[in-house]
């Protein structure tokens, strides 16, 4: 079946840090893939998406693009800010299916 | 515009006891589903509601949770009796016409079975 693995965390950098938080996903067919973030005391939010392979979704700042030839999308940041302190969740969504699947989380703590 | 709304926020009860956790979808959205987060694990898909039925129950996990759209507006997930293993977040999300549009989420209810 459908599965998102991402890596664990927490993952703590430096304020202006680049930030690479790593997805790979298991799917039949051609899924569509999202990062949602999740700051502290608020709701699940969609961050950004993509739909077709060699898709780069975008906003924010953060970046990441549908790769298939290494099922992966992989979550990008060129300078982190304490403001994006918080836990960053990949999912996808496939086929006839329209329920996401989901990565454990990663939480991501900004030092100033 | 509202968002999505659950209610309560935290919910602290005993094994055994009875407790329901309300969401309230963005208006004029007719997809709700219920997803929850046990234990720093990854979200787990419940259930998708299309309006006020059942499209897809398939990750509901035993019969001690009931779900209910009443009218095709707010729903309910009631676990009863509780057990230990549902503490965790319960996050409600709704989408407009069609499943494939984005799913907007509420802040969840954390929920603790002692």
């Known amino acids: 079946g459908n599965s998102v693995t991402q890596m664990e965390g927490p993952v703590t950098l430096s304020e202006e840090a680049f930030l690479t938080i790593n997805c790979t996903y298991t799917?039949?067919?051609?899924?569509?893939l999202f990062w949602y973030v999740q700051y502290p005391g608020e709701g699940l939010q969609l961050l950004l998406k993509?739909?077709?392979a060699d898709d780069k979704g975008s906003n924010k700042g953060f970046e990441a693009t549908y790769r298939k030839e290494t099922t992966s999308f992989h979550l990008e940041k060129g300078s982190v800010q304490v403001s994006d302190s918080a836990v960053y969740f990949c999912a996808l969504r496939g086929g006839s299916n329209y329920q996401l699947i989901w990565g454990a989380g990663t939480k991501l703590i900004i030092k100033p | 515009e509202a968002g999505v709304t659950q209610f309560p926020s935290h919910s602290v009860i005993e094994k055994g006891q009875t407790v329901t956790l309300r969401c309230d979808p963005i208006?004029?959205?007719?997809?709700l589903y219920w997803y929850r987060r046990v234990m720093g694990k990854e979200i787990k898909f419940l259930l998708h509601?299309?309006?006020?039925?059942?499209?897809?129950e398939s990750g509901m996990p035993n019969n001690r949770f009931l779900a209910e759209r009443t009218g095709g507006t707010y729903s309910t997930l009631k676990v009863q009796p509780a057990e230990l293993e549902d503490s965790g977040v319960y996050f409600c999300?709704?989408?407009?016409?069609?499943?494939?549009?984005?799913?907007?989420f509420g802040p969840g209810t954390r929920l603790t079975v002692t």
């Open positions: 208006s004029g959205h007719d997809n």
């Open positions: 993509a739909t077709k």
């Open positions: 799917a039949t067919g051609y899924p569509s």
């Open positions: 999300a709704s989408s407009q016409g069609s499943p494939k549009d984005e799913q907007y």
């Open positions: 509601f299309v309006k006020e039925s059942k499209q897809d």
